[in-house]
Structure formats: structure tokens, C-alpha cells
């Protein structure tokens, strides 16, 4: 029996800056589709969780999912606008899905 080597990960330099979304989508749209599409949108997306489901019968084909993320950059804080500019790029990636954004 080998024990595995320990890893350390320093903790980060700058702070993480937190988003939530809240969207309508198509039934047949997955949790991970969605979650994917906002990990993929930018590299500085290190983190990606679901908040909140929600289905109502008169949605018919549509359900309320509600994600948070945090942007950071290793390098440097981020400005209000970068994390805006992310954020506007997150709605455009998820609505190509076919979300609406809540």
C-alpha cells in the first residue's frame, strides 16, 4: 500500500465575484446542458451550482432553474464591468439554449 501523495492548492490572491441567474427553460433541457454552457462561457468561470428548481403544471413544458457562479481571475481583481460584461455573456450563452431569463 502506497498512500497518495497530499496536494496543497494555495488559497486565491484575488476574491471570486458571485452571480446568480434565474431562467425559464424547455422541460427537455437538462441541468447539466445549462450548467456546462455556463462553465464554458469564459475561463474565469471556476464554479457553477444549481440553486433552485421549480415546475408548475400550468408552465406545461417549461421549468424554473436558478444557478449561482463565481468568476475570478488569478491575476487580478475583477472590475464590476468585466463581471458584467461575463454576466451579459452567460444570459447570450444560456438563451441560445433556449432560456428566458427571469
Not at 425559464?24 to 433541457?29: A, D, K
Amino acid at each position: 500500500f502506497k498512500p497518495s501523495p497530499i496536494g496543497f492548492k494555495p488559497l486565491p490572491k484575488y476574491p471570486a465575484v458571485e452571480r446568480d441567474i434565474s431562467m425559464m427553460v424547455p422541460l427537455q433541457t437538462t441541468v447539466a446542458e445549462v450548467t456546462q454552457t455556463i462553465a464554458k462561457t469564459s475561463d474565469l468561470i471556476d464554479q457553477v451550482k444549481l440553486v433552485d428548481m421549480f415546475q408548475k403544471d400550468e408552465w406545461k413544458d417549461k421549468k424554473s432553474l436558478t444557478f449561482s457562479f463565481s468568476m475570478q481571475d488569478p491575476s487580478k481583481t475583477l472590475t464590476t464591468k468585466q463581471a458584467d460584461d461575463m454576466y451579459a455573456q452567460v444570459v447570450k450563452a444560456v438563451e441560445n439554449l433556449g432560456a428566458h431569463i427571469r
